[in-house]
Every structure is written in C-alpha cells, then in structure tokens.
C-alpha cells in the first residue's frame, strides 16, 4: 500500500508559477512510475506528467509541455510538478497517482495509488 499526499495548490495570477508536492509513504517509492492528472469541474479527470522510478524519463501532455516539469527525489519519497505560465485553463484539482511497475503511463487506468487531490486557480 502507498499513501500520497499533495500539497502546494492555491490562487495565483496568469503567468505565475506554483510548484505541487506529493509525498509518498508506504511501500518503496523509488520502484513507482509516478504521474500527475486534474480534474476541471464538469470534465474528466485528464493526464498532465509522469515520470519513471528513476527520473530518467518523463512525459508531459500537449497543453502543458513546456510550461509544466515533472520531477521526484527518491531520497525524500517525493514527486513535484513545477507549473509555470500558469493560464486561467489550468486551474483544477491536481492528483498524484503511483502506478503499479516502475514505468509511467498516460492512461489513470494504469496507476493504483492516488492522492487526495490540491486544487489550483488560476485567475485572468
């Protein structure tokens, strides 16, 4: 069993920057692929980053690449996602999920352990 826990969500201004933790408890967090999802009011829960159990290889949606950077500290049983340029469409609650190997997935169906979610809000 893994637990997780975000942290980092809140309010800011289009164009800024907020950096999301999730902190992972449990069984050994380096042997996880790691992804990161939001869910908007009213839309499905979609796929924003994931990385693998090394940090060597990491994967970002369309909407985000470039603006968003996933990254984890196997020593601090952590994972971040550093969101930068933020835009109003961004803001909804952000959830990290453990997937069950040590590879990443896009697809939510692959990942077994999730988080409670931190919202973000991006205002115009």
């Known amino acids: 069993q893994v637990q997780l826990v975000e942290s980092g969500g809140g309010l800011v201004q289009a164009g800024g920057s907020l950096r999301l933790s999730c902190a992972a408890s449990?069984?050994?967090?380096?042997?996880?692929?790691m992804g990161w999802f939001r869910q908007a009011p009213g839309k499905e829960r979609e796929f924003v980053a994931a990385?693998?159990?090394?940090?060597?290889?990491?994967y970002y949606a369309r909407s985000v690449k470039g603006r968003f950077t996933i990254s984890r500290d196997n020593a601090k049983n952590t994972v971040y996602l550093q969101m930068n340029s933020l835009k109003p469409e961004d803001t909804a609650v952000y959830y990290c999920?453990?997937?069950?190997?040590?590879?990443?997935?896009?697809?939510?169906?692959?990942?077994?352990?999730w988080g409670q979610g931190t919202q973000v809000t991006v205002s115009s």
């Open positions: 449990g069984r050994t967090f380096s042997n996880y692929g």
């Open positions: 990385i693998s159990w090394s940090g060597s290889s990491s």
């Open positions: 999920a453990a997937s069950g190997s040590n590879y990443y997935y896009t697809s939510s169906n692959e990942y077994n352990y």
